[in-house]
């Protein structure tokens, strides 16, 4: 997403507006609810294409 926002100033304003609308929604409250909302497939393209880093990080719980 940050490479869109970045690079790509149409596709950009489509993600941002869809947030923005997604944000301003009472219902919204995690980001599954922001990302599980009416944006096109093509918003996420390249975003879980991420390889995994070869270590696991730590984290309290």
Request: aromatic content about 8%; proline content about 5%.
């Amino acid at each position: 997403m940050a490479e869109t926002l970045r690079d790509e100033p149409e596709r950009a304003a489509v993600l941002r507006s869809t947030i923005a609308n997604a944000l301003l929604n009472s219902d919204v409250k995690t980001a599954f609810d922001v990302f599980g909302s009416e944006l096109p497939d093509e918003a996420f393209d390249g975003v879980l294409d991420q390889p995994r880093r070869d270590t696991w990080r730590e984290f309290d719980l």
